[in-house]
Structure formats: structure tokens, C-alpha cells
């Protein structure tokens, strides 16, 4: 490339007025645009969780408050140059982003193949940060559970106490000195270990793309994976906010990037303004004044903020709210993370909107395939922790994983339940 450019070796980096002010280019088309932070840098289509993708028209400025935000995340944990082990479908709104973070801090990135092998790609990329979704970390933690759970003695014992006081030190609470003594004992005898099975050069995960349950934050900080939960929508081009590595509270997705003005409407609904909120749907006016009133962005998401810190926290999708035929509210994103965090089952889907009761639609773990007692089980330990109007009182399982190919799942592995619900309204409407 440089010796088409005819650049010597020396001149190896040159900004953009340079080659213009050269005639690098000999292009007479290139001149000055008069490019406004305003201005329209790309379209981005939504996932379609909801019903059909929307393409989003995203600002340089939203695109650029952006990644401010995460190079002020990123700052405490970069001391020499970063590697990023990425995955995530490069188009994604949320990779969009990290790929232009991972340019401002000058990283070193590593492609996973598939993510069948990712896994043995952390291992050989020995990535200081990585990016991901929730569901991600909710097969980490279940593979890391499994082993765990197959130790015994002091080995056992060793795990329990490192696991306990990893909370009790993320939670801010005070400890003895024997207790300090043996934390930095799990540090040298567990959270080395572990972390030499990611590479060993790990600084932090962070955790977008979806609301990761607070059980698994509080594991994989515990046992030495710092893990940074934030929150985005495609719409705001997409980061909202993101935990800090110094005050981690993985019930919350952190305080808004600086720019990002977000308040709680009387309704719940989280609402967000400023220069990261997208300049509109591509040819639906419409559709984007629906969600752009008086320049608030309505996410559709409900959440509260700590009065104190500041630190957001999001409690349910809007849309995703289930009304039972008795008028009570049901969330059933808590339900079915609790469902999922067994590692009997890998996916579920509750339902029961308008109905007198839930049910779930459950892909069991292949080797619990045919064993439905086992599965039956699971749910009823679940139930255990349920209200009465959140338990699951019939399921249905099927043998089908929810995909991106089979287009039950969007790229950031959520459920689009729509989709779902119409591919198998027989099944669960047998239910009832």
C-alpha cells in the first residue's frame, strides 16, 4: 500500500491533510466536505428483536462521545499496549464501537474463529480485555461451576472461601485480618490459576449487549475475572453507561458516559438524551418520532438510578413484560436467567402473556436431552425462589438450539421471542 502511495519507509503514518495537501490520492473527486459533528456517519440495523430491523442513522459526534467514554473505562487498565481477542459480528453496533476503541489505544486484536473454539482462542490470544454478551458468561459460568463443583476437601473448601470473600471485597465489606490473609492466599492458590486458563494477561470482561444476571457478576468477580457490565442500544450509537474497574456493582451497568443525560420516566422507562442518541430511523419519520420526544430518546428498557452515585440500573424490557390474565406484571428475563444458569438447560423461553399461568418452552443440555425428571427438577428448584404467579407451571421441551442461522437469536445471542413464540404457537398453546 505504501508503495502504491509512493511513501518512503519513514512516512509510514500521515494524517489526512497531508495525502491531500500531496495529492497522495491523485483523486479529483476528494475534497472538503465540510463534515459537522452532526453530520450522518453510518447505518446501523437493530437486531429485530422487536419485529423487522431498523436501520439507525448514527452522528460522528455520537459515534466519537462514544468512544471517549471508553477510552476513560479502558484508561485504568491499559499499561502497555492492549490486546482484544473480538467475536462479536464486526457490523454490530456494539463491536462498531470497541473497533474504533481498540484503534484509539493502538491494540492488538485477534479474531476468533468460531465459537465453538473460543475458548482455545482466549488461551492463545492471552487478551488483557475482551468484550462480550451475557450469554457468553452464562456458559463460562456454568462450565466453571461444573468443575468447580467437582472438587472436594480442601480443594472444596479453598474454592467456597475464595468465592465468598471475592464477594464480600467487590461488596465493600469489611473484613478481619484472617480474612484479609486468606483472601491473598485464594489470590496465589485460585484467582491465578483461573486466570492463567484465559491467558493470564487479563484485566477485565466487559459485558454488553443485554442485562447480565447479578449472580454471575458476582462469581466471575470473585474468582478473579473482573467483569464490567454496560449498557447500550443501537440508538445511541450504542454505549450508555459502563461499570468503572475501580467501583464495580454488578447489580448496575455504571454511571452514564459523560454526554449521556439519562433520567427515569414515571412509567419506568429509561430515557436518554444527548449527543450519542441517534439522528433517526433510515425513511421511517414516523417510527422515530415515536421514540424521540423532545430529543429523549425512549429505550423501551425499565430501570431506576442510585439517587447516591449515580450508577444506573435496569430492571426489565418494557415489550418483554408479561400481564397475566389476572393483571399481575411479570418479568420474564429474572425468570429465565435463573432457568438458565442451571447447566442442565442451555436456553428457555418463558411465556404466558394473557394466560392464567407460565410456561416455558426449554433446550435442555444435550446429555439431559431425554431425561425429563432431571429437567423437572431444575424447574422445580426454580419455583422454589418464584412468587406464585412466576412459577412455571408446564414446560416443553425441544431439541432445536435458538441460532443466528436458524433466526431464533439476534448477534448479541438474545431470544427474539416473536420469532419464537410463531415457530412454536402450536406447542405452547398445548399447554394451556
Same mark, same amino acid.
Given at each position: ?35 459537522? #459533528? ?6 446501523? =440495523? ?34 502497555? #499496549? ?33 465459537? &465453538?473454539?473460543?475458548?482455545? %482462542?482466549?488461551? +492463545? ?11 457468553? =458468561?452464562?456458559?463460562? =459460568?456454568?462450565?466453571?461451576?461444573? @468443575? ?42 485460585? #484467582? ?14 466487559? @459485558?454488553?449487549? /443485554? $442485562? ?8 466471575? %468477580? ?9 449498557? /447500550?442500544?443501537?440508538?445511541? @450509537? ?5 461499570? !468503572? ?5 454488578? &447489580?448496575?451497568? /455504571? !454511571? !452514564?458516559?459523560?454526554? %449521556? ?13 444527548? +449527543?450519542?442518541?441517534?439522528?433517526? =430511523? ?50 420474564? $428475563?429474572?425468570? +429465565? ?6 447447566? *442442565? ?21 444435550? *446429555? ?21 404467579? &412466576? ?35 402450536? +406447542? ?5
Amino acid at each position: 500500500m505504501f508503495h502504491d502511495l509512493n511513501i518512503s519507509n519513514k512516512e509510514k503514518y500521515l494524517d489526512f491533510d497531508s495525502i491531500i495537501k500531496n495529492d497522495l490520492l491523485n483523486d479529483d473527486k476528494i475534497q472538503d466536505t465540510n463534515l459537522k #459533528r452532526s453530520s450522518a456517519a453510518c447505518i446501523i =440495523y437493530t437486531s429485530g428483536t422487536g419485529g423487522n430491523p431498523k436501520g439507525v442513522i448514527l452522528s460522528h459526534g455520537g459515534i466519537l462521545n462514544n468512544l471517549v467514554g471508553a477510552c476513560e473505562i479502558m484508561k485504568p487498565l491499559i499499561d502497555s #499496549r492492549p490486546v482484544f481477542l473480538t467475536w462479536l459480528p464486526l457490523s454490530h453496533s456494539y463491536e462498531h464501537c470497541v473497533q474504533f476503541a481498540q484503534i484509539a489505544v493502538g491494540a492488538k486484536v485477534f479474531y476468533a474463529e468460531k465459537i &465453538e473454539k473460543l475458548l482455545d %482462542n482466549i488461551s +492463545e490470544a492471552k487478551p488483557t480485555i475482551m468484550t462480550a454478551v451475557p450469554r457468553f =458468561y452464562q456458559n463460562l =459460568y456454568n462450565k466453571i461451576n461444573i @468443575s468447580m463443583k467437582k472438587q472436594t476437601g480442601i480443594k472444596a473448601k479453598l474454592i467456597e472461601t475464595t468465592i465468598r470473600l471475592g464477594k464480600k471485597k467487590l461488596l465493600n465489606e469489611k473484613m478481619t485480618f484472617f480474612e484479609k490473609l486468606l483472601n491473598l492466599l485464594a489470590n496465589i492458590l485460585v #484467582r491465578k490459576k483461573v486466570k492463567k486458563q484465559f491467558g493470564g494477561n487479563l484485566k477485565a470482561f466487559v @459485558s454488553g449487549g /443485554g $442485562a447480565l444476571d447479578k449472580e454471575i457478576g458476582e462469581f466471575l %468477580n470473585s474468582i478473579g475475572l473482573p467483569t464490567l457490565q454496560g449498557y /447500550g442500544l443501537t440508538e445511541t @450509537s450504542p454505549v450508555v453507561s459502563c461499570n !468503572p474497574i475501580h467501583k464495580i456493582k454488578v &447489580e448496575t451497568v /455504571g !454511571p !452514564p458516559f459523560k454526554g %449521556n443525560k439519562v433520567k427515569i420516566a414515571e412509567d419506568g422507562e429509561i430515557l436518554v438524551k444527548g +449527543e450519542n442518541v441517534m439522528l433517526g =430511523y433510515w425513511n421511517k419519520k414516523d417510527e422515530t418520532a415515536k421514540v424521540i420526544i423532545d430529543g429523549w430518546l425512549h429505550t423501551g428498557d425499565i430501570g431506576e438510578i442510585d439517587p447516591i452515585d449515580g450508577y444506573l440500573k435496569i430492571t426489565d424490557r418494557k415489550k418483554d413484560i408479561i400481564v397475566s390474565a389476572g393483571g399481575d406484571n411479570i418479568s420474564p $428475563a429474572k425468570i +429465565e436467567n435463573m432457568i438458565n444458569n442451571s447447566s *442442565e438447560i442451555d436456553q428457555c423461553m418463558v411465556y404466558g402473556d394473557k394466560k392464567n399461568y407460565l410456561v416455558a418452552l426449554i433446550v435442555p443440555n444435550k *446429555e439431559f436431552l431425554k431425561n425429563k425428571e432431571k429437567i423437572n427438577s431444575v424447574i422445580d428448584n426454580v419455583n422454589k425462589k418464584l412468587t406464585l404467579v &412466576e412459577k412455571i407451571k408446564k414446560i416443553q421441551l425441544i431439541d432445536e438450539n435458538f441460532s443466528i442461522e436458524n433466526g431464533l437469536l439476534t448477534p448479541t445471542m438474545k431470544v427474539k421471542r416473536k420469532k419464537v413464540t410463531e415457530k412454536y404457537k402450536k +406447542e405452547l398453546e398445548n399447554l394451556y
